[in-house]
């Protein structure tokens, strides 16, 4: 599976979107991009995930750019509760193997 | 939504006991199931692939008859942890998906923070 470049923290006022980059310049086509969240002491949650085409639910939006090179998580109005590690992980969807490797993810802060 | 419940949430006890740890799929099956391991200020390490009906998969570096794998049903897995030392004390993580369709998404439980003394 290809690896994934996040930078190790970020700051987001509370109220603001928070945008969070994630690099795969070497996904392969049929890799998918996903995104998980760690609020500490507890289970990664399941964010979103993509594979070539923007996608939303109640929770983020996902921007993978053309090339599919990149990708940004977007959380629209962060809140409080939104303070977590995120980790942004391509897979090869095929069948029930493709396990998920982690990175270091991105250290979200969401400030008053 | 998916739901997969770890059991239990928290173990101590005394080095040289074998701690088992059950991973459940609560509203779907699983032929597959993964068992991840994170120690403190860490990312998760994946140390095996649980799958149902045959030997789990172990990652490089683990030991499998350290950390026993049973995957008997489509909704349960279990570790054991045999022999625990206090350098086993972690929080382990499993996670299953849903196998109906390939790209579901894999989904973790809450954990369970064992701690040998």
């Known amino acids: 599976d290809a690896k994934t470049t996040q930078p190790p923290s970020m700051d987001c006022a509370e109220g603001r979107a928070a945008n969070l980059p994630c690099n795969h310049s070497t996904i392969s086509g049929n890799e998918y991009v996903y995104w998980y969240r760690q609020i500490h002491s507890q289970g990664p949650q399941y964010i979103i995930h993509?594979?070539?085409n923007n996608e939303t639910n109640e929770m983020a939006s996902l921007i993978i750019t053309e090339d599919r090179k990149s990708s940004t998580l977007i959380l629209p109005h962060a809140t409080l509760r939104d303070t977590a590690v995120y980790y942004c992980i391509v897979r090869v969807a095929t069948g029930n193997t493709g396990k998920l490797i982690f990175g270091q993810g991105t250290t979200l802060q969401v400030k008053p | 939504g998916a739901v997969v419940s770890q059991h239990p949430s928290r173990v101590i006890c005394k080095s040289g006991t074998s701690v088992k740890i059950e991973c459940r799929s609560l509203d779907f099956q699983a032929t597959t199931m993964f068992w991840y391991r994170q120690f403190p200020k860490q990312s998760l390490m994946l140390m095996a692939t649980s799958n149902e009906g045959s030997k789990a998969t172990y990652e490089q570096g683990v030991e499998k008859d350290k950390f026993l794998i049973n995957h008997a049903s489509l909704t349960l897995s279990t570790l054991t942890v045999t022999s625990a030392h206090p350098e086993d004390s972690s929080f382990y993580i499993c996670?299953?998906?849903?196998?109906?369709?390939?790209?579901?998404?894999?989904?973790f439980g809450d954990g369970t923070r064992l701690s040998i003394l």
């Open positions: 996670s299953a998906r849903d196998q109906r369709g390939s790209n579901q998404p894999q989904h």
């Open positions: 993509g594979l070539k």
